[in-house]
């Protein structure tokens, strides 16, 4: 069985650091993309990018370009969202999904993310 | 990229049929046979519902159908149920291995 287990909730203040995972299982971590995506209080999805777990190459949404790093460690089969610097317009729920071609076909549980000083 | 733009919400009573649009550019829903639709229930994590424009991953309901014509992609509901109330989303490739999703739409069944 396909499975996507994400990290606990976070509470954050501004300007600390943080690294969210997702724990993939039930099939080849190397053979499918990640994708994260972001949802922001009572809004809507937002894509934010994705990486090759074999290779790790990532590309990014354009709103996300340089403020978040996507990584993946092929040995235990996880990937990380990880920001050096929050804010808080970063407060949100962010989901991992595993990319079947161009769809996400496995969803996580959906990680909350809270950045409040 | 912007965001692809669906109606806010669209409702129905049980049993019709309704219909939600997701229009893009030629840069993406145009360009591309790649437009996926996602259902989300409140609280929930989303689901795939139809890929690669009309497709339907196992499991999903044959009332779901989707198709396209020019930069619009459509998501067609038949024989509305209840717990096909939630938020709906498109989303669509946009070339250079970047993908874009529509502002959602809210169905709610009267």
């Known amino acids: 069985e396909v499975q996507l287990v994400q990290s606990g909730a976070e509470v954050k203040k501004p300007g600390e650091s943080l690294s969210i995972s997702c724990k993939a299982s039930g099939y080849r971590f190397t053979s499918f993309w990640i994708t994260w995506v972001r949802q922001m209080p009572e809004k809507g999805l937002e894509w934010m990018g994705r990486i090759d777990p074999s290779d790790s190459h990532t590309n990014y949404g354009p709103s996300f370009q340089g403020h978040v790093t996507i990584s993946a460690d092929k040995s235990i089969s996880t990937a990380y969202l990880q920001w050096s610097s929050l804010n808080a317009s970063d407060t949100a729920i962010y989901y991992c999904?595993?990319?079947?071609?161009?769809?996400?076909?496995?969803w996580g549980q959906g990680t909350l993310v809270t950045v409040s000083s | 990229q912007s965001a692809l733009t669906q109606p806010a919400s669209v409702s129905g009573s049980p049993g019709q049929s309704i219909t939600i649009s997701c229009t893009g550019t030629s840069s993406d829903v145009g360009s591309y046979n790649f437009v996926s639709w996602y259902q989300q229930h409140p609280g929930k994590a989303p689901k795939l519902m139809i890929y690669?424009?009309?497709k339907r991953p196992s499991g999903v309901s044959n009332r779901f159908s989707g198709s396209k014509s020019g930069n619009t992609a459509s998501l067609t509901i038949s024989g509305l149920q209840a717990d096909d109330e939630g938020d709906y989303y498109c989303c669509s490739y946009a070339g250079s291995f970047i993908w874009v999703f529509g502002g959602g739409t809210k169905v709610t069944v009267l």
């Open positions: 999904a595993r990319q079947e071609a161009t769809e996400a076909d496995y």
């Open positions: 690669e424009g009309s």
